[in-house]
């Protein structure tokens, strides 16, 4: 990553004019995961860790927290780890979960001062000329956005998006809040999430990302959030342990505490670490596991992990004199050593080359938690708009024929339809196709493309697949076509084998067709003027 950092400084020197407002050339990310554990963090005046914490300047700085209440001037934590706790109320009836839930909140267990974080990461990047862009908290969990002060009014259109998956929907300690914003034509959307507990509930876990992406949304209900962005980053303490008996496919064991098992697992985990033997631990991480068999955030990447696991760590205080000295990071007997805090990124296929991975790290300097902050670095080339703008020539259309969806169990379904979508879809027109046995369309479906040159490259086709027993709002998947890939393929003409996604996982369906681009004057293109309606979206005829 050496050229990347240097890549990385080279650009924040260099700006240039837009609109009267100084912007980067490439905008420079930060993505801050940390799960604060319930302990009021940086309590010293003068803790230099959050310098170690944030460093420098960056033109968007975005911070999660999770476990985020905690009392102003509590030094020792006088209830039991969150986890631990988690375990007791997994045995609990339902009746006593909501009535200590009740009980919590009349205690006033939260944190004494809400805004307690939000305004000691405000201080501390002023002299870096940052202001607080916006802060959304949900139960626990929080996230925080800081920009270069002359960059602020460049954020536009934002969107916010949340969803619980704690237990019995009474715990909000689990879940994810997320935001969406606009920046010189390109949308970026972030969501910080804290996922279920312990080792052996990694399909929990999985389940949590599918609820979070089927109940996430910034403009079309029936989309999830990540394909309605150019870009997404997602992280947060996503839960995923290193397990030595990982099995894909099969739901991992406990191995009880301070068994011969999890002594001997423990010691070689520690091994490998201090060996630094990081890329050999990743054939035990639970969740490169699941995203290399499209089980879980299909699309997604992440950099790679080059430094050592942040959870479970012992806090300041629980150092004795026993362990190493000097040591930042020593852990916890109880539990194995994990990877829980993550930074995942995406985006649109066209767009991938506009957004670069810098750097990835964590922070082992800051010691008040059992999680070790993390730290993304990232650089964003904008989609920058044109001085003038003049209004769209609606002078081309795609059109898709021999559509056919198969495997995954798709032929076998009696009834299934399409609905094609745009983003953006101010670019575009929709259309619904008819509903048809075997998912196989003879028919072609011609959508108008309200672009001009700049943007082709910024839009994708949405193919989403749909089950008439299933109805309109849920969908077998969704299939993504970039229409700049069909412009740039010989002809204009480009047949596609897309995979079908649903809420992050890979259904094992793909959609397959030809796609092709034709410009005003051409062969095929048609008359606009002449359409009809069918569940209720525009449906348009040859002529």
């Known amino acids: 990553t050496w050229g990347a950092n240097i890549l990385f400084s080279w650009v924040k020197m260099h700006r240039r004019r837009s609109h009267g407002v100084s912007s980067p050339e490439s905008l420079s990310i930060a993505v801050v995961s940390w799960n604060v554990g319930n302990e009021q963090p940086f309590p010293k005046r003068d803790d230099e860790s ?10 968007l700085l975005v911070m999660g927290v999770q ?36 009980q919590k909140k009349k205690s006033g267990s939260s944190v004494s001062n809400p805004k307690h974080l939000d305004k000691l990461i405000a201080a501390h990047v002023a002299k870096f000329e940052m202001v607080t862009l916006k802060v959304v908290s949900f139960y626990q969990m929080k996230i925080m956005m800081f920009v270069k002060k002359s960059l602020k009014t460049c954020f536009t259109k934002i969107k916010i998006a949340t969803e619980a998956t704690g237990l ?22 972030f969501m910080n999430c804290h996922l279920a507990a312990h080792l052996p509930r990694l399909y929990s876990r999985n389940s949590d990302v599918k609820e979070i992406l089927g109940g996430t949304h910034i403009f079309d209900r029936r989309l999830d959030i990540t394909l309605q962005s150019d870009h997404v980053f997602w992280f947060g303490d996503m839960n995923y342990r290193l397990d030595l008996d990982y099995q894909p496919g099969v739901k991992p064991v406990k191995v009880k505490v301070g068994s011969d ?22 054939q035990y991480d639970q969740l490169h596991q699941e995203m290399a068999r499209g089980a879980i955030f299909y699309g997604f990447k992440e950099m790679d992990l080059n430094f050592e696991p942040t959870f479970k760590v012992k806090r300041e205080r629980q150092i004795s004199e026993n362990d190493p000295p000097g040591k930042l990071t020593i852990y916890s007997d109880i539990r194995m050593p994990s990877y829980c805090d993550r930074v ?42 044109p001085e003038k703008f003049s209004s769209p020539s609606h002078n081309s259309q795609i059109v898709f024929s021999d559509l056919e969806c198969t495997d995954g169990g798709m032929e076998d379904r009696v009834g299934v339809y399409l609905i094609f979508t745009g983003y953006p879809s101010s670019l575009t ?35 989403s697949v749909l089950d008439d027993k299933i109805g309109a709002d849920e969908t077998c998947g969704d299939a993504i076509v970039s229409v700049w890939d069909v412009v740039q393929a010989p002809d204009r003409t480009l047949r596609f084998t897309a995979p079908l996604i649903h809420n992050g996982t890979n259904t094992g369906a793909v959609l397959r067709g030809t796609a092709h681009v034709i410009r ?6 048609f008359d606009w003027s002449k359409r009809k309606k069918f569940r209720g979206r525009s449906v348009f005829q040859m002529v």
Do not use: C
């Open 50 to 59: 959050l310098d170690k914490l944030i460093p420098e300047a960056y033109d």
């Open 520 to 525: 005003q004057g051409e062969t095929g293109f």
């Open 344 to 385: 995942l990124y995406r985006s649109m296929p066209a767009l991938e080359e506009n957004l670069t991975p810098v750097n990835f790290t964590s922070v082992p300097e800051v010691f008040t938690s059992d999680h070790k902050p993390v730290r993304a670095t990232f650089l964003v080339k904008p989609l920058h708009l």
């Open 429 to 463: 027109s929709s259309l619904v196709s008819k509903s048809q046995p075997r998912a196989k369309w003879a028919d072609s479906f011609e959508l108008r493309l309200k672009v001009r040159p700049f943007e082709e490259k910024k839009l994708h086709m949405i193919i």
């Open 67 to 102: 476990e985020a209440s905690y009392r102003l001037g509590q030094t020792e934590v006088d209830k039991e780890d969150e986890e631990d706790e988690m375990d007791k109320l997994e045995e609990t009836e339902a009746s006593e979960v909501r009535l200590n839930a009740k």
């Open 261 to 282: 098992k999890h002594n001997e697992q423990h010691q070689r985990l520690n091994q490998m670490i201090a060996e630094q033997r990081f890329s050999e631990l990743m």
């Open 168 to 189: 019995l929907g009474v715990y909000g300690n689990k879940g994810a809040v997320g935001i969406s914003l606009l920046y010189q034509g390109s949308r970026l959307t």
